[in-house]
């Protein structure tokens, strides 16, 4: 079994008095695909802005490839990639200069530099776009193009946010065939949020059920299931926290709308 590459032990993150991530630990193991599920306000996007030095822990642990993103944040960046769930690219520029900009960005010698990128947008298959504005490029074709992106510095780790969010379910499969290819070629970890179920169940080597800031149960599709005696990863999560990931229930809507607030979702 390979060793773990994010090992969390008790992260908690408190915002005025609200617990948005509540005493949680897990591992991933290295060049896994470690998926977390859950619905918007869960605590998702919170978790990864700590593991990726966006957010400062309240109390608990981090290592990130063997470093403490909270003492050597530098060191930590340089471990990692991270594709956002808002836009980052700049639209005036070319792909190419996006790619660019950004291995420039993270000290990647001019021309290492230059073979990665066309190698990056060769895999997620923009090579021949490189010289067109960003601004003339379909959503799905900037995901994939920020995937790209994130791996000119040749990362251990790619945090994907919610990568496949108000993209088609075309091109969300798409997306996700260019992740999975990278996973297997570049021998990387993958951890990325989601509350698509079919997502998570479909590529996820691993999956952790997150709810209003609390881990519920962590191991495969097949294990979850068998856990809750269920045939879907829908309804094993349906088991595990009383609702779908689709509705919102009289009880928590107050606590999700109170998250929105407080961390901009």
């Known amino acids: 079994m390979k060793d773990a590459i994010i090992t969390i032990k008790g992260l908690t993150k408190n915002f005025n008095g609200f617990t948005a991530v509540n005493d949680i630990s897990f591992e991933v193991k290295g060049g896994h695909i470690f998926a977390f599920l859950g619905p918007n306000g ?9 593991l990726t030095t966006l957010l ?7 290592v990130l ?9 530098d060191k930590a960046r340089r471990s990692f990639g991270i594709v956002f769930q808002d836009p980052s690219l700049d639209d005036e520029l070319t792909a190419y200069e ?7 960005i993270y000290k ?8 990665r990128i066309a190698y990056l947008m060769n895999l997620v298959g923009l090579f021949e776009r490189r010289n067109d504005r960003i601004k003339t490029f379909s959503g799905g074709m900037k995901r994939r193009l920020e995937i790209a ?12 946010d919610e990568p496949t969010l108000g993209l088609d379910p075309q091109t969300r499969n798409s997306i996700w065939d260019y992740i999975k290819k990278l996973n297997m070629e570049e ?3 993958v951890f990325f949020t989601t509350h698509y ?15 209003k800031g609390i881990i519920l149960k962590t191991g495969t599709a097949e294990e979850l299931k068998g856990l809750t005696k269920t045939k879907s990863l829908e309804e094993a999560f349906l088991k595990l926290t009383g609702y779908s990931i689709r509705e919102e229930r009289s009880g928590a809507v107050d606590n999700l709308r109170t998250a929105k607030r407080i961390w901009g979702r």
């Open 108 to 115: 990647v010698p001019k021309r290492l530099r230059e073979d």
């Open 56 to 62: 400062n822990p309240s109390k608990g642990d981090i």
């Open 42 to 50: 869960a605590g998702k996007t919170t978790t990864i802005k700590m």
């Open 98 to 104: 996006n790619m660019e900009f950004h291995g420039a």
């Open 149 to 160: 992106r994130g791996l000119i510095h040749h990362p251990k780790i790619l945090f994907l």
């Open 65 to 73: 490839n063997g470093i403490d993103p909270t003492k050597d944040k």
């Open 197 to 211: 179920m079919e997502e998570a169940e479909k590529v996820a080597d691993t999956i952790a059920i997150i709810d």
């Open 187 to 189: 021998g990387m970890t």
